[in-house]
């Protein structure tokens, strides 16, 4: 065969490749129990020691071996994930690609890469973002998931963007799950809101199943995502909501983080 023919063949070959395989080497057709997007708050009302312990604590679930065993007893052994961070309307960034999950050495290897990254910091909250950037990111995902779940964490109501609730429900209408980690390991600053686990409850999470995990305590922070890792994998929520609703209690206001904002701007 002439070298141009083993050329073209090659590159014949090199296409096919390509056509079998989506964004970030997933296969397009690969099948996977759960697609799960992990959106990361790393606004400035985060400190430094915050972020890294977030960060530490999706790298240490990724490692345990009840994760590990919770892929393995899918229907299909095997998820697929992806890991980003969010501040403002215009600022998400990936940190860890699509990856596909089927055991200790795939849920290592992407343990390793979540912790690896630098910790950043940016301005201002915008949940609506997030969760619009997650649905991007599903429609990029390159599998066939029996379930989409999107685990968005973060320690402020949302002020920039569209209104979170318009984002919610549209990615609930589209049959995505988004459950919620509300930080609340500080005192409430002048751009936060005392109760933001009932503010999650109300105005983020949604979909079927979908809970809210909060965080109260530093030293709770890395068995609290391991817990709600666990029960994406399964497709549970916890048995008991662990935000309750209160009788009689006035309705959430979605729109307070952007009423917050206006007040401090002068508006």
């Given at each position: 065969?002439?070298?141009?023919?083993?050329r073209?063949?090659?590159?014949?070959l090199?296409?096919?490749?390509?056509?079998?395989?989506?964004?970030?080497?997933?296969r397009?057709?690969?099948?996977?129990?759960?697609?799960?997007v992990?959106?990361?708050?790393?606004s400035?009302s985060?400190?430094?020691?915050?972020l890294?312990?977030?960060?530490?604590?999706f790298?240490e679930?990724f490692?345990a071996?009840?994760?590990?065993?919770?892929?393995?007893?899918g229907m299909l052994?095997?998820?697929?994930v992806?890991?980003?961070?969010?501040?403002?309307?215009?600022?998400?960034r990936?940190?860890?690609p699509?990856?596909?999950?089927d055991?200790?050495d795939s849920a290592?290897?992407?343990?390793?890469k979540?912790?690896?990254?630098p910790v950043r910091?940016?301005q201002?909250?915008?949940i609506?973002?997030a969760?619009?950037?997650?649905m991007?990111?599903?429609?990029?995902?390159g599998?066939?998931?029996?379930r989409?779940?999107?685990?968005?964490?973060?320690?402020?109501?949302?002020?920039?963007?569209?209104?979170v609730?318009?984002a919610?429900?549209?990615?609930?209408a589209?049959?995505?799950t988004?459950?919620?980690?509300?930080?609340m390991l500080?005192?409430p600053?002048?751009?936060?809101?005392p109760?933001?686990?009932?503010?999650?409850?109300?105005?983020?999470?949604?979909?079927?199943?979908?809970f809210?995990?909060?965080?109260?305590?530093?030293?709770?922070?890395?068995?609290?995502?391991?817990?709600k890792?666990?029960?994406?994998?399964?497709?549970?929520?916890?048995?008991?909501?662990?935000?309750?609703?209160?009788?009689?209690a006035?309705?959430?206001?979605?729109m307070?983080?952007?009423?917050?904002w206006r007040?401090?701007?002068?508006n």
């Amino acid at each position: 065969m002439a070298a141009s023919a083993l050329r073209r063949t090659a590159l014949a070959l090199g296409l096919a490749v390509l056509a079998m395989f989506g964004p970030q080497g997933a296969r397009a057709d690969a099948e996977v129990d759960l697609a799960l997007v992990i959106g990361v708050d790393i606004s400035y009302s985060m400190d430094m020691d915050e972020l890294a312990l977030q960060r530490q604590g999706f790298a240490e679930a990724f490692r345990a071996a009840q994760v590990h065993d919770a892929i393995r007893r899918g229907m299909l052994g095997k998820i697929a994930v992806v890991y980003f961070e969010w501040a403002g309307a215009w600022d998400q960034r990936v940190v860890v690609p699509w990856t596909v999950l089927d055991g200790p050495d795939s849920a290592g290897s992407f343990a390793e890469k979540v912790a690896a990254q630098p910790v950043r910091r940016a301005q201002r909250t915008s949940i609506s973002g997030a969760i619009d950037f997650g649905m991007k990111l599903l429609g990029e995902s390159g599998v066939e998931a029996t379930r989409r779940v999107m685990d968005i964490s973060g320690d402020g109501p949302n002020n920039q963007g569209r209104p979170v609730v318009s984002a919610r429900n549209e990615a609930v209408a589209q049959g995505v799950t988004i459950n919620g980690l509300p930080v609340m390991l500080k005192s409430p600053g002048y751009l936060d809101i005392p109760a933001l686990d009932v503010y999650y409850r109300d105005c983020v999470i949604g979909g079927q199943g979908a809970f809210v995990v909060p965080v109260r305590e530093r030293e709770q922070f890395p068995n609290a995502i391991k817990t709600k890792i666990l029960l994406e994998i399964a497709g549970l929520a916890p048995p008991v909501p662990l935000v309750q609703r209160v009788q009689g209690a006035a309705p959430t206001d979605c729109m307070i983080g952007e009423q917050q904002w206006r007040n401090r701007m002068g508006n």
